[in-house]
């Protein structure tokens, strides 16, 4: 089991920063790939960015350039560093985890979600 816990959304005016933090609890072990994602108002929930455990990145392509993801992997927390943000990155951002184990095999874990909102 997995428990994820998300800080550092906020109000923020356009070409700001804001740094997302996601702190993991139980079977940090077990954790391979980490990302963020996000819901703006009216549309489906879309991948921000992802990185693995070996330290690889992707990212959305209107994300490329100004946000930053990281992990630790010994803590089991994930990071978002976001600058020159726009008023279209407005939405909840969610952390997610996805688990291998022995015994449970593969699961997914989100957070409850921390909004971000960029004003023009």
């Known amino acids: 089991q997995l428990q994820l816990v998300e800080s550092g959304g906020g109000l923020v005016q356009a070409g700001g920063s804001l740094r997302l933090s996601c702190a993991a609890s139980?079977?940090?072990?077990?954790?391979?790939?980490m990302g963020w994602y996000r819901r703006a108002l009216g549309n489906q929930r879309e991948l921000v960015a992802v990185v693995t455990i070996g330290g690889r990145t992707n990212y959305r392509d209107s994300v490329k350039g100004r946000f930053t993801i990281s992990r630790d992997n010994a803590k089991g927390t994930v990071y978002l560093q976001m600058n020159s943000l726009k008023p279209e990155d407005t939405a909840v951002y969610y952390c997610?985890?996805?688990?291998?184990?022995?015994?449970?095999?593969?699961?997914?874990?989100w957070g409850q979600g921390t909004q971000v909102t960029v004003s023009s």
């Open positions: 139980g079977s940090i072990s077990s954790i391979s790939t």
């Open positions: 997610h985890a996805h688990t291998v184990g022995v015994l449970l095999g593969e699961l997914d874990y």
